[in-house]
C-alpha cells in the first residue's frame, strides 16, 4: 500500500503561481512513477503531468511550458510547479502512483491516489 497526502492548493488570480506538494509514505518501493491529475465540476479527470523515478516527465497539452513536475525521492515528495495560472486551470488536483513498470498520462493505469487539493484559479 501507498499512502499519499497533497498540500499546496490555494487561491490564485491568473498569472500568478502555486506549487503542489505530495508527499508519499508506505510501500514506495512499489511504484516508479507518480503523476498529478486533475479534475473540475463535470469534466473528465486529465493528466497533468508525471515522473519516473529516473527523473524523465510528461506533461498534458494543456499545462506544457506552464507546470513542472519534479521529486525528490530521497524524501519520497513530488512537486508541481505552477505558473501562469489560468481561470480553467481551476480544479481538484490529485496525485497518483502508477501500479506498474510504466510511467504513462492513463488515470487508469495508477492505483493510489491521494485525497486531493483544491486549486482555484480566478480572472
Known amino acids: 500500500q501507498v499512502q499519499l497526502a497533497e498540500s499546496g492548493g490555494g487561491s490564485v488570480q491568473a498569472g500568478g503561481s502555486l506549487r503542489l506538494s505530495c508527499a508519499a509514505s508506505?510501500?514506495?518501493?512499489?511504484?516508479?512513477?507518480m503523476g498529478w491529475f486533475r479534475q473540475a465540476p463535470g469534466q473528465e479527470r486529465e493528466a497533468v503531468a508525471v515522473?519516473?523515478?529516473?527523473?524523465?516527465?510528461s506533461y498534458g497539452d494543456s499545462v506544457k511550458g506552464r507546470f513542472t513536475i519534479s521529486q525528490d525521492t530521497a524524501e519520497n515528495t513530488v512537486y508541481l510547479q505552477m505558473n501562469s495560472l489560468k481561470p480553467e486551470d481551476t480544479a481538484m488536483y490529485y496525485c497518483?502512483?502508477?501500479?506498474?513498470?510504466?510511467?504513462?498520462?492513463?488515470?487508469?493505469?495508477?492505483?493510489?491516489w491521494g485525497q486531493g487539493t483544491q486549486v482555484t484559479v480566478s480572472s
Open positions: 515522473i519516473h523515478r529516473d527523473g524523465s516527465a
Open positions: 497518483a502512483a502508477h501500479s506498474g513498470w510504466g510511467c504513462d498520462l492513463d488515470s487508469d493505469d495508477y492505483k493510489y
Open positions: 508506505g510501500s514506495t518501493y512499489s511504484s516508479v512513477c
